[in-house]
């Protein structure tokens, strides 16, 4: 056993039983989680140079450790880990997972630059880019389409048959 989630206000503790963990609603998951507001994939628990840490899978409701949104971070031992509105305090030897030395540093969001406050916080869609149509981007590939109309005969997606 690598651990154990302890869920707090009451609960059986859930084991840790492999090294990478699948958390949310689907019942393919190693970790199911029954609840509405939990994803079908909510989350993956992962230990690495024996240290877990959790990566939100583009979750609805969201991974905090400590209070704090996240996407992907460590968790040391005793950290509160809240899967959608579900807190679980997270129970694991370093050591015995094979740490050594001083802990690894967090996991930083690389392109944290890249997003608005407001996209971050989870309060506004990512902004999709437009493509370009033929007229933008001359010399590109074209498009084909297939028609029924008559068997074996392309058309440029501009122009009548």
Same mark, same amino acid.
């Given at each position: 056993?690598?651990?154990?989630?302890?869920?707090?206000?009451?609960?059986?503790?859930?084991?840790?039983?492999?090294?990478?963990?699948?958390?949310?609603?689907?019942?393919?998951?190693?970790?199911?989680?029954?609840?509405?507001?939990?994803?079908?994939?909510?989350?993956?628990?992962?230990?690495?140079?024996?240290?877990?840490?959790?990566? !939100?899978?583009?979750?609805?409701?969201?991974?905090?450790?400590?209070?704090?949104?996240?996407?992907?971070?460590?968790?040391?031992?005793? !950290?509160?880990?809240?899967?959608?509105?579900?807190?679980?305090?997270?129970?694991?030897?370093?050591?015995?997972?094979?740490?050594?030395?001083?802990?690894?540093?967090?996991?930083?969001?690389? !392109?944290?630059?890249?997003?608005?406050?407001?996209?971050?916080?989870?309060?506004?869609?990512?902004?999709?880019?437009?493509?370009?149509?033929?007229?933008?981007?001359?010399?590109?590939?074209?498009?084909?389409?297939?028609?029924?109309?008559?068997?074996?005969?392309?058309?440029?997606?501009?122009?009548?048959?």
């Amino acid at each position: 056993m690598y651990g154990e989630l302890v869920p707090l206000g009451g609960g059986d503790p859930i084991p840790l039983l492999k090294r990478n963990l699948l958390v949310g609603r689907r019942e393919s998951c190693d970790i199911v989680l029954r609840f509405s507001n939990v994803s079908a994939h909510h989350c993956q628990l992962t230990v690495t140079a024996g240290y877990w840490y959790v990566r !939100d899978l583009n979750s609805r409701n969201g991974v905090k450790v400590n209070g704090s949104r996240v996407t992907e971070k460590r968790i040391d031992p005793g !950290d509160v880990v809240s899967i959608a509105k579900h807190k679980y305090e997270l129970k694991y030897s370093p050591v015995e997972l094979g740490a050594v030395g001083p802990p690894p540093p967090d996991v930083v969001d690389a !392109d944290v630059f890249k997003k608005s406050l407001l996209e971050r916080a989870g309060l506004q869609a990512p902004k999709v880019r437009k493509m370009k149509t033929e007229e933008e981007q001359p010399g590109e590939a074209r498009r084909y389409e297939v028609t029924d109309d008559r068997p074996g005969q392309l058309r440029g997606r501009n122009q009548p048959l």
